[in-house]
């Protein structure tokens, strides 16, 4: 009997509605009942887009409704028993995008009159602050408990302005004003429970509400957003050999496929392994693999935040730092580390528990490929077409070791690219590389070091190991004398592939290769 696919939730944040009409569910109940049950009422959850933040939040409010009908069999089922049905005041920011400031004014009165309407409320006031205050007593009067508030993205309405000086005071001015009856509120509430991806300080956006306990980074809650490679293995197990057989794969590589391109992400230290739950659901449901987070939308807010601090391709991840330089407010940032951690971008990869430093890169392969992808037009051109036809040439020609032939494409492809004003600079075609052989989903990296200097860029594929000098209107016999003087192939002696130098010189006229040599 041929097994049959079950149904995937692709973009259904509704955990009612996941329930009801058997999608899959992954059980994540028990850090629910964890948190709800927590020193603190007021919880704020960071992580970055796609990854269940809305599901858990209606999950919340499915929660605080009482209905346990949905919860029959979940892990929630065995630790709670009373099912109390308080008040729930569910806003979601999502919508609040690229508004101005009256706009957005007016999204958050639309937002308040759903439930004054529900608790038969008639507010003329202009003022959301007095309106949310009035709603949260009369919901506390007319059912007699007290009031949850749920907040889903809350800073969907500030993150497209956060690298403008302009807009982003007078928004985050609206949403402060909003938010300030939660803390004169604090008898009428039972519970409070934001999300959203990036964090802004409480100062600037929750005035005097200082109680808020962000879990964003604590243990116990590490996989309470997205997929772990156990709960693929036991809630998914059927699913993964249903995955293969689509494939013509075997299983074990196919998990392999599946780590490499989607997981990779860790909040905290220690943490399993995250795999980002919108393109592995895609994946399941395709029957292959696909860069499903990138293909959803890559925001303009971090093209022109990496723009404003002048952040290079290469500069990417592969950093150290303390959680203060990147679980830090946003709106303060003095460098593009805290949005690049809180989008997704690049994550937590290792720590020194010692001295609470932490290693920092980008998770996975669909990231990696997808910001690149995002770089393109930025230092090499606007023409996707041919760029991606050279890039799966490229790798034809790798594949066969024949950096000669990948050399000459790109000797080809650059001389077609229109001028512009970094390539007199060596520098802007050693990223031109890095972007480049990114997109091959191989081991690239550049400035590396050695025991007698740094090479350009090492790339590595399954076969070869590729050390190269770069040079801008020399030669490629000067570029080749580096390499041998300094020895650079003596640093990679150990790396089980064989070491093949390339020296490359450029010219800055043509804005192309000149010539190369390769050893």
């Known amino acids: 009997m041929t097994q049959q696919q079950r149904l995937y939730p692709i973009g259904i944040q509704t955990f009612s509605e996941l329930i009801t009409k058997n999608y899959l569910y992954i059980d994540k109940t028990e850090y629910v009942y964890r948190m709800t049950h927590f020193d603190s009422k007021y919880i704020f959850l960071s992580r970055p887009r796609r990854f269940g933040k809305s599901l858990l939040t209606s999950t919340l409010q499915a929660y605080f409704e009482g209905r346990k009908n949905l919860f029959e069999g979940l892990a929630i089922d065995a630790l709670e028993t009373e099912w109390i049905q308080y008040p729930v005041l569910h806003f979601d920011m999502s919508l609040g995008k690229h508004l101005d400031k009256d706009a957005l004014t007016r999204y958050l009165a639309n937002q308040l009159a759903d439930y004054e309407n529900k608790f038969g409320i008639e507010n003329e006031s202009v003022d959301v602050n007095l309106r949310l205050t009035a709603l949260i007593k009369r919901a506390y009067e007319q059912i007699g408990r007290q009031v949850v508030v749920l907040i889903d993205e809350y800073d969907a309405p500030l993150l497209d302005v956060v690298h403008e000086e302009k807009n982003l005071p007078a928004l985050r001015n609206v949403m402060r004003n909003f938010y300030s009856p939660l803390k004169a509120c604090d008898p009428y509430l039972r519970y409070v429970f934001l999300t959203g991806i990036t964090k802004f300080s409480q100062l600037s956006i929750f005035s005097e509400l200082n109680n808020i306990k962000n879990v964003s980074m604590d243990e116990p809650y590490a996989a309470i957003c997205g997929i772990t490679e156990d709960e693929i293995l036991t809630q998914m197990s059927d699913d993964l050999n249903l995955l293969a057989a689509r494939m013509k794969l075997p299983r074990v590589e196919v998990l392999e496929k599946l780590k490499d391109n989607y997981d990779g992400y860790h909040f905290t230290w220690p943490s399993p392994d995250i795999f980002n739950p919108f393109s592995l659901l895609n994946a399941f449901a395709d029957g292959k693999m696909d860069s499903y987070w990138f293909g959803s939308g890559t925001p303009t807010y971090l093209l022109e935040m990496l723009n404003k601090f002048g952040v290079l391709p290469s500069k990417i991840g592969g950093t150290e730092a303390v959680a203060a330089d990147f679980d830090a407010p946003t709106e303060h940032m003095t460098g593009i580390t805290p949005l690049l951690y809180q989008s997704g971008y690049i994550t937590i990869k290792d720590c020194d528990t010692q001295f609470g430093i932490y290693t920092l890169d980008i998770p996975n392969q669909e990231v990696r490929i997808g910001l690149m992808r995002s770089l393109i037009p930025s230092y090499i051109t606007r023409d996707t077409l041919t760029t991606n036809t050279t890039v799966v040439n490229l790798a034809r020609a790798l594949n066969r070791d024949d950096m000669d032939g990948a050399l000459r494409l790109l000797q080809e492809f650059l001389s077609t690219v229109p001028y ?82 390339v020296a490359v010189n450029f010219d800055s006229e043509r804005h192309t290769l000149e010539n190369w040599k390769i050893e």
């Open 420 to 501: 512009c004003d970094n390539v007199r600079s060596e520098g802007h075609f050693q990223q031109v590389f890095y972007i480049i052989f990114s997109l091959l989903g191989m081991y690239v990296d550049v400035e590396v070091r050695t025991p007698r200097g740094r090479v350009d860029v090492v790339l590595r594929t399954s076969t070869v190991l590729y050390v190269m000098e770069l040079k801008l209107d020399k030669s490629a016999d000067t570029a080749m004398q580096q390499i041998n003087f300094r020895n650079y192939p003596e640093r990679f002696a150990l790396c089980g592939l064989p070491v093949v130098k």
